[in-house]
């Protein structure tokens, strides 16, 4: 699928081989590292180019069968690329803080998703008129906080189909959540990370923003290469 020697030379140039102190690997990272550096963990970018390839079959699969992927990452390093990846190819995301239930009790998700819809559909058609000006005041406060909470999920009509995450350790909800509901991952995990319960791991960088875009556009770049071509008639 991809060239070898060129994938890693880029991976190398974004920065992914760099893990975090070599104190706080987690054990089931131990397998992907090279080595250790001014008392850094070095990932081993074969074995990470390995990993890559897998996620992107999968990518493949996913976007063969028009399925709905979700990106997760909260954090100021991932925050921006994970919308522009998503919005890339027209999914839902979460950079933000993590909503409990967002997956395991998606349901009343969805009720405030679409409260969030009816208000400002109803602002936005002047429908607000008939209140008093502290009722709209209240009421332009919810749709401020819905749309904080939830502006990246409006589009996800149902439970998504897999999930992308960019630090699993920090997303941990999210990712037990995502396991408890059997949801395929795949994780941009650093040395930090347990990538046991992980179906796709993606060993490497997870704090620079290169590394983060590096993979993330290799996944979007895949996924677009193999979707479904609606065709008009």
């Not at 709905?68 to 990452?73: A, D, N």
């Not at 509901?181 to 650093?190: C, D, M, N, V």
Request: hydrophobic share 35%; with cysteine; net charge positive.
């Amino acid at each position: 699928m991809s060239n070898t020697s060129g994938t890693i030379d880029m991976m190398f140039g974004a920065g992914a081989h760099f893990g975090l102190g070599r104190s706080r690997r987690h054990p089931k990272i131990s397998q992907y590292v090279f080595g250790t550096k001014n008392q850094t963990d070095i990932f081993d970018l074969e074995k990470t180019q390995e990993l890559l390839e897998k996620a992107k079959t999968f990518m493949i699969t996913l976007a063969k069968e028009g399925k709905t992927i979700l990106f997760v990452g909260g954090k100021k390093e991932a925050s921006d690329i994970v919308k522009m990846s998503s919005q890339s190819i027209n999914m839902p995301y979460i950079n933000g803080r993590w909503i409990g239930g967002t997956l395991t009790n998606f349901g009343n998700i969805r009720k405030r998703v679409e409260r969030y819809e009816t208000l400002l559909s109803e602002k936005e058609k002047g429908e607000l008129a008939k209140y008093t000006k502290r009722e709209r005041m209240l009421i332009d406060k919810e749709i401020e906080k819905l749309e904080k909470m939830f502006l990246g999920i409006v589009s996800m009509k149902k439970l998504p189909d897999a999930i992308i995450i960019v630090d699993p350790r920090r997303e941990k909800t999210a990712m037990s959540e995502s396991k408890l509901i059997k949801i395929p991952i795949i994780a941009l995990s650093s040395s930090d990370c347990d990538i046991s319960d992980i179906k796709y791991p993606l060993v490497g960088n997870d704090s620079a923003k290169t590394s983060i875009s590096f993979f993330l556009s290799e996944l979007i770049k895949v996924y677009q290469d193999n979707k479904i071509i609606t065709k008009s008639i």
